[in-house]
C-alpha cells in the first residue's frame, strides 16, 4: 500500500516538475512601441 502512495506522490511530482520546467520564464523586457504614424504630406487639403 505505501508503495502506491510513494509511486503516487513521484508520478505527481514529476508532472508538476515538468509543467513547471516547461512554462515560459517571465523576463522583465521593455514593451515594444508601435511605430509612429506617417502623415501624408502631399496635397490632402
Known amino acids: 500500500?505505501?508503495?502506491l502512495m510513494i509511486e503516487a506522490?513521484?508520478?505527481l511530482f514529476l508532472l508538476v516538475f515538468i509543467v513547471w520546467w516547461?512554462?515560459?520564464s517571465k523576463k522583465k523586457t521593455p514593451p515594444v512601441k508601435a511605430?509612429?504614424?506617417k502623415k501624408d504630406d502631399q496635397g490632402v487639403e
Open 1 to 3: 500500500m505505501w508503495y
Open 9 to 11: 506522490l513521484v508520478a
Open 22 to 24: 516547461t512554462l515560459p
Open 35 to 37: 511605430l509612429p504614424e
